[in-house]
């Protein structure tokens, strides 16, 4: 499957941004979605992730209650609703995808996820 995500760029703290990752080349609906961030020099950092038919949704402290991570079938579409945000948020955000039933127990794990996109650049300014 291929993934193509959208939706950075530059927003001021308190500002509000909406990220797509658009899913193409397999069945959407068996895959669970992940949104990780990678900022310069830092280890790459789970932010949410979303099993199939959304039924169970999980996030990083750090944005629990900021952000949101919904999923839209029929559009092959993750989304990441980014609300409140903070300069500490900047980072290039990237969506993954897996079929791996190890999702339930280990959705923050880099290592769970088999495909990748490409990032989108978020940068929050104090």
């Known amino acids: 499957v291929q993934l193509q995500a959208s939706g950075g760029g530059l927003v001021q703290a308190g500002g509000s941004l909406r990220l797509s990752c658009v899913a193409s080349g397999g069945t959407f609906s068996s895959y669970a979605m992940g949104w990780f961030r990678q900022a310069p020099g830092k280890e790459r950092e789970f932010v949410a992730a979303?099993?199939?038919?959304?039924?169970?949704?999980y996030y990083a402290d750090s944005v629990k209650g900021r952000f949101t991570i919904s999923r839209d079938d029929a559009a092959n579409t993750v989304y990441l609703q980014m609300n409140s945000l903070k300069p500490e948020d900047t980072a290039v955000y990237l969506c993954a995808a897996t079929r791996s039933l190890v999702v339930v127990t280990t959705p923050s794990d880099p290592r769970t996820y088999e495909y990748w996109g490409q990032g989108t650049q978020v940068t929050v300014s104090s």
């Open positions: 979303v099993r199939w038919s959304a039924t169970s949704t």
